[in-house]
């Protein structure tokens, strides 16, 4: 299986997406936001500075992050197709990472941008919830993904969290981050013609589909 990267503002749906490719296909799902929230359990210096940054809505240094990166690909569960979720933010983290991909011998894969319209992606954050132990990701907002019983997973009948950024100040800062420092990839892969748009403002079912169709011709 190829690896993927996902590009695409928060709260496009590439935690859910990727998800889906992980029950269907398998593949290893990595979110460094998640990578970055293990860390800020500590009570490190490190942990201290990255929640700071997280919930501002700024990045992460490009240090941290590819360091934490390189280690995660780097082990066996990532060998047959991996998920970048969250992942590459930044022109300077793409070329960081093709060094790194060149030093484990691996392959970009596709990338794809899951393009979404911005007032749908704030509904989609203030009303975001999701499961400490699955990580599925729920809407308290919206029908199609609520949970069967208010505030607990499907899956795992266990109370739902919200992040701390997902509040309507934090999304801000992060959206501006994401025009200023994200939107570049989009043109820096376009060129590489590794670039496949994704319209994802329709649900995940026919976004899923669109991924499929690419991945697999389905
Ligand atoms: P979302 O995409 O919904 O904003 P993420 O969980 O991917 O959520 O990211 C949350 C926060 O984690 C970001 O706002 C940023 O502070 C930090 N972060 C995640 N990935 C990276 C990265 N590749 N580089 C720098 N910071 C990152």
Not at 49 to 65: F, H, P
Not at 176 to 191: A, D, G, R, S, V
Request: charge should be negative; glycine fraction near 6%; aromatic fraction near 8%.
């Amino acid at each position: 299986m190829k690896n993927i990267i996902f590009i695409a503002p928060p709260a496009a749906g590439k935690g859910t997406i990727s998800n889906m490719l992980t029950d269907t296909y398998h593949m290893t799902h990595i979110s460094t936001g998640d990578l970055l929230r293990e860390e800020t359990s500590s009570d490190s210096e490190l942990g201290k500075y990255i929640k700071e940054q997280m919930q501002s809505g700024a990045l992460v240094n490009d240090e941290i992050i590819l360091d934490l990166l390189k280690k995660r690909i780097a082990k066996d569960d990532c060998n047959d197709g991996y998920i970048l979720d969250g992942f590459p933010r930044n022109v300077e983290q793409a070329i960081a990472y093709e060094n790194i991909l060149k030093e484990l011998n691996k392959d970009l894969g596709y990338v794809f941008l899951l393009d979404v319209d911005k007032e749908l992606a704030k509904k989609r954050i203030v009303g975001r919830i999701s499961c400490p132990q699955c990580g599925a990701v729920y809407n308290e907002y919206m029908e199609e993904t609520k949970p069967k019983k208010d505030g607990i997973c499907d899956k795992c009948n266990i109370s739902l969290v919200k992040r701390d950024d997902d509040n309507e100040e934090t999304f801000e800062k992060r959206f501006t981050t994401y025009f200023e420092k994200t939107e570049p990839l989009i043109n820096y892969y376009k060129e590489k013609g590794v670039l496949y748009n994704i319209p994802a403002s329709c649900g995940k079912d026919p976004t899923f589909a669109a991924i499929k169709k690419v991945m697999f011709g389905e």
